[in-house]
């Protein structure tokens, strides 16, 4: 360590003591303070790491998200009782157009009981339509069916007529104000309006699509931006993202938002007499129009070319990166990455100084790259886990450079000390990471021993960092992270069975092959999607039959090897038979995972 | 013979090292081309094990650096300077008797504390001063908000049993 020497310190003519003494404690503040950085840069790290993780998961299981979508292209070439049987299920799958004569078929079934004291709008609607929303959105009421249908309708019917780009002009005296992603959070939405106030004609506002998915509150902040696009249509603006679609919305928690608040708030009761017809628009109510909502331009089986549905994905799925050239976008399975010379060639061709885009979550809420021609803004603080990254919004004009502001919704009054939360969100990214691994257990396991020639049950660092990545293929700095995951010996070696040890998916049923349990609680979100679209009744309840001629082409196309038989034990066994019928989000519920130093017995109650 | 084993041993540890490095730095590589702001350098030589002062740090990043600086540090020119750093085992950590020890300097009245203005005054005058971000930063875990004063002993211990 430098100490400085003191003779250069000028300090006169001390006494000998008391250069000695501040000699002492110079060297003292020197040891903690280099001590303290060391420290605060690791914890730093780790915050990154645990980042890292979320992400590195997260576009894994879009991935997933495409995977299905081919699934089921595959399903309907494949699934022979299906256009007989079920001609509703082409189109739950593949949207329909719900035409405009139909709104007040939708219109006519709801009414609205004398009972509810929710927000009510006027339509047409004026801006104490927006003020009047906020306020009953911050007391959590919930809008009734009756007037989300209606703004659905009027929203989609302004869209319809709106070209895809839209020319806004702003000034010094009315900048505009750009949002990124935000995922259902209402209150980072309230924070923004609170700081920068609401829109109107003055103050326009470009909102960059996610509205919906992951937070409790994608319909809230859907009804919020389009009530208030209605009434500023010029000065409200909404761009599309990669979750205004009803196959992202069902795995990704909007579906189940509406779900949980619509249907079983009764919003959309009866008494009505009902033919056969009508009982399935109205079920169809829940999911498929409120999707048809955002949706633009209808379903892509009709009218979409596959090339422009390819054009749209690169358009919602891209991110931008450092290295020249496009290519695909390994990382999230559809899109691709775009280097700095891309975006100089598009920005120069259509004479645009620069680029703001979302999708991508950042820790200081916003990231300039490309030499400041594209900014990612985005706008869901604590996105993956309270702590996890800060949120933002840009404020510009023509003419001078973009303000960014950052903020951060915690629950708590004061921030609990820096280490305290990233503790939290590194305990929650391992905690991920573990059910990942056990779920690959049989994989992980298979390549674990094709390296252990001695079958020792130890790996080098390298060969157990190779197989990690391999199997669950994450793009993770093992390294750092083994020490979370496994026990390394003094040697520097890995136990690799030490990773399972305190970890478990819970078995249903004793005798079932561990490998059919983790089959079914990997591929769990995928399931239960599949099931939910061939539920045609909402019913919980699918057949026997159905139940398990879904397995079968779910296992071909996965490419899962399990014995077919296995896999009908196993649902008999359960007893979730109801009269030939299976219930299978009680199916799927029973597949979870148990930490062992939980106090909580269900780690995994997203799935409920 | 025992000269090939050494090499080999040696070339081992500094695959390992290449690997390790090459994590470190990815996680800061925000655009993943192979480039860092210099201002996370530091944070990822500390996140290697290493304690560098703030001078020798300063010096490290010199070595790092393009000829004619660019804000950003590249990978290629990192990795061989880390990898010395790795091999030399330079700016080992403190150990916590030491830093017990330190505190126990500045408070040669052994009350077992320091009051906050104490600590203030040595953090961010006396050594590398810290930055008011800093200083915060370690007030908000290390403070006794009843006492206002910082009881180093348990501070200490807390701060390993979280790092463990």
Redesign the interface.
């Known amino acids: 360590m430098n100490t400085p020497n003191l003779e250069d310190m000028g300090c006169g003519t001390s006494s000998a003591t008391k250069d000695k003494k501040s000699e002492k404690a110079l060297k003292a503040a020197l040891v903690i303070q280099n001590w303290y950085r060391g420290y605060s840069a690791r914890l730093k790290t780790r915050q990154r790491y645990a980042l890292t993780i979320f992400q590195s998961i997260e576009y894994a299981d879009e991935q997933g998200q495409l995977q299905l979508s081919n699934f089921f292209s595959f399903m309907l070439e494949n699934y022979t009782n299906v256009p007989e049987k079920e001609p509703g299920l082409v189109t739950r799958l593949f949207g329909s157009s719900i035409q405009d004569k139909d709104r007040q078929d939708y219109l006519g079934l709801i009414e609205i009981p004398d009972s509810y004291c929710g927000p009510r709008l006027q339509f047409p609607l004026t801006f104490t339509d927006i003020d009047l929303l906020i306020e009953a959105f911050k007391q959590q009421q919930i809008l009734h069916a009756y007037y989300v249908l209606e703004v659905l309708f009027e929203t989609k019917k302004v869209l319809q007529q709106m070209p895809n780009f839209t020319h806004t002009n702003t000034s010094p005296s009315k900048e505009i104000t750009i949002c990124g992603d935000l995922h259902g959070k209402l209150d980072d939405l309230f924070l923004i309006f609170y700081k920068n106030g609401l829109p109107s004609v003055t103050n326009p506002y470009v909102f960059n699509g996610d509205f919906v998915d992951r937070g409790k509150n994608s319909m809230e902040i859907l009804m919020i931006l389009f009530v208030s696009f209605l009434v500023y249509p010029n000065d409200l603006h909404l761009n599309r993202g990669n979750h205004e679609d009803f196959m992202m919305n069902m795995r990704y928690g909007f579906t189940k938002e509406i779900l949980h608040k619509y249907k079983m708030r009764s919003v959309l009761m009866p008494p009505i007499p009902m033919d056969g017809d009508r009982a399935e628009k109205k079920n169809k109510l829940g999911t498929a129009t409120v999707a048809l909502g955002i949706r633009t331009s209808g379903s892509f089986s009709e009218q979409l070319t596959k090339q422009e549905w390819e054009q749209v994905i690169d358009i919602l799925w891209s991110d931008p990166r450092g290295k020249r050239g496009c290519y695909p976008n390994t990382n999230r399975g559809g899109g691709c990455y775009f280097g700095p010379d891309i975006t100089s060639k598009i920005l120069n061709k259509y004479q645009l100084k620069m680029l703001v885009r979302s999708h991508e979550c950042k820790p200081e809420g916003y990231e300039i790259c490309h030499d400041g021609k594209v900014i990612t803004v985005f706008s869901a603080s604590n996105y993956y886990e309270e702590g996890s990254n800060r949120g933002a919004y840009i404020r510009m004009s023509s003419g001078t450079t973009p303000r960014f502001f950052q903020y951060q919704i915690t629950k708590a009054t004061c921030f609990r000390p820096l280490y305290q939360r990233v503790n939290a969100i590194e305990s929650s990214a391992i905690r991920m990471l573990k059910e990942r691994m056990i779920s690959r257990k049989t994989d992980l396991i298979r390549a674990f021993q094709l390296q252990d020639r001695n079958k020792s049950g130890k790996l080098s660092m390298g060969q157990w960092a190779f197989s990690m990545e391999n199997v669950l293929g994450l793009n993770l700095p093992w390294r750092s992270l083994s020490s979370h995951l496994v026990t390394t010996d003094k040697d520097g070696n890995i136990d690799y069975m030490s990773g399972f040890q305190d970890v478990h998916i819970q078995k249903p049923v004793k005798e079932v092959q561990s490998s059919l349990i983790e089959t079914v609680y990997r591929y769990r979100s995928d399931l239960q999607i599949i099931f939910n679209i061939i539920d045609s009744d909402h019913s919980g309840l699918i057949s026997m039959e159905e139940f398990r001629s879904m397995w079968r082409l779910f296992k071909s196309h996965y490419s899962v090897h399990i014995d077919d038989s296995q896999f009908d034990e196993l649902a008999e066994r359960m007893d979730l038979n109801k009269d030939g019928s299976i219930d299978f989000n009680e199916f799927l519920k029973a597949f979870y995972v148990v930490h062992k130093f939980d106090q909580l017995n269900k780690s995994d109650t997203k799935l409920a | 013979m025992a000269d090939d084993r050494d090499r080999d041993s040696t070339e081992v540890a500094v695959?390992?090292f290449h690997?390790?490095i090459k994590?470190?730095f990815?996680?800061?590589d925000?655009?993943?081309?192979?480039?860092v702001d210099v201002r996370e350098v530091?944070?990822?030589?500390?996140?290697l094990g290493?304690?560098p002062?703030?001078?020798?740090l300063h010096d490290l990043i010199a070595e790092v650096e393009e000829e004619e600086p660019t804000g950003y540090i590249r990978f290629e020119k990192f990795l061989p300077v880390m990898t010395e750093v790795l091999l030399e085992r330079r700016y080992r950590?403190?150990p916590e008797d030491?830093?017990l020890?330190?505190?126990e300097?500045?408070d040669p009245a052994k009350r077992g504390f320091l009051s906050k203005d104490e600590l203030i005054k040595?953090?961010t005058e006396?050594?590398?001063?810290?930055s008011q971000e800093?200083m915060e930063?370690?007030l908000?875990?290390a403070i006794d908000p009843e006492s206002n004063s910082i009881h180093y002993k348990d501070y200490i211990t807390m701060?390993v049993i979280?790092?463990n």
């Open positions: 695959a390992e690997k390790k994590e470190a990815e996680v800061f925000h655009e993943s081309n192979n480039t530091g944070t990822i030589i500390r996140s290493c304690c002062s703030e001078g020798e950590p403190i030491i830093l020890r330190a505190f300097v500045l040595y953090m006396e050594g590398e001063p810290f800093e930063e370690m908000s875990a701060m979280d790092e």
